[in-house]
């Protein structure tokens, strides 16, 4: 059972959570990967996403987690609500809670903003992207695609390169995988790689060929130009040439390592075409692992929800 009514990060969720998140994701692949996409887990339960930022993945794979378990599915999306009249966050979260909103799902660029959400509402609150902070279910869904892949997560090396700095997936899976037994090595410029890095369990260098070499999976990140200050690396090109994830850089990983990214892709950028279109990527299976993740949450929160309700 979560310990929390929210998933607001993985720094502090223990691998027994982590690990039942990811058997009812299980369970809810087989739902999703079927011809009858219908469960009655969210029968009578709202949920609404609310966004600051722009998304494809996560903000869709969330409606289509809670309309697959019969759910009400909302979206608030900032630039066409209230939020651009001045309203707070906590005025808007406010205005949901009251209408019986069940789970809030925030994406938002301010690091800290769904424990705001979260501390003034009764609902549930999943942190679905906080600034450069946090990502959680994009790391879960990128947990659970190792997972199924290559049988467990403890002992494996992760190899995690580009713009750490910027980077909450980043961030969300170093907390994750090192919890389940998983070493990560983070790589990328020195100006994208953050200060102290490794005192949150990682280790750290700026020669990715050193961080690929015998990787079980190489996760390439977005360059995140939206952002950055100009000036963080020299041209596209030298960044592709020398932190890209390239085919013949990918040679020094373990023979069937996975090639991983959490998407929208800087294709010729972060990652060559040749190497996101190729079998040793999970990149459209993380999308569709995406869905089961966030059907898995929703259905624990919700369940925990009712049993504290009816214990009261
Ligand atoms: N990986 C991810 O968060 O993608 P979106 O920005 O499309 O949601």
Avoid: W
């Amino acid at each position: 059972m979560l310990k929390s009514k929210d998933l607001l990060g993985l720094r502090n969720v223990s691998a027994g959570e982590i690990g039942e998140i990811l058997d009812t994701a299980e369970l809810m692949k087989v739902v999703i990967t079927s011809n009858n996409k219908k469960t009655p887990h969210l029968q009578g339960r709202s949920v609404v996403t609310v966004f600051y930022e722009n998304s494809t993945r996560t903000r869709l794979s969330f409606e289509l987690a809670c309309k697959y378990m019969s759910g009400t599915a909302s979206n608030i999306s900032a630039p066409s609500s209230s939020v651009t009249k001045g309203e707070t966050l906590i005025d808007t979260a406010r205005t949901l809670d009251v209408m019986g909103t069940d789970v809030m799902i925030l994406r938002h660029p301010m690091s800290g903003a769904p424990h705001l959400m979260a501390r003034n509402v009764r609902a549930s609150v999943i942190n679905a992207g906080d600034g450069t902070n946090e990502h959680p279910t994009q790391a879960l869904l990128d947990m659970y695609t190792m997972r199924s892949r290559l049988g467990g997560l403890k002992g494996l090396r992760v190899a995690i390169v580009g713009d750490v700095t910027h980077s909450r997936v980043a961030r969300s899976n170093i907390y994750g995988l090192t919890t389940m037994g998983a070493s990560v090595v983070v790589a990328g410029p020195p100006t994208l790689l953050p200060v102290e890095v490794e005192s949150i369990g990682c280790e750290a260098t700026s020669k990715v060929d050193d961080a690929v070499r015998g990787a079980d999976v190489v996760m390439g990140l977005r360059i995140q130009l939206e952002r950055q200050k100009k000036g963080l690396f020299p041209s596209v090109r030298e960044y592709h040439k020398y932190f890209g994830l390239t085919e013949e850089r990918l040679t020094l990983a373990r023979p069937g390592a996975l090639i991983m990214h959490p998407g929208p892709l800087n294709r010729g950028v972060e990652i060559s075409t040749a190497v996101a279109n190729s079998p040793a990527s999970t990149i459209d299976e993380q999308v569709t692992n995406g869905v089961a993740v966030r059907m898995a949450l929703l259905f624990l929160l919700t369940r925990q929800k009712n049993q504290m309700e009816a214990a009261s």
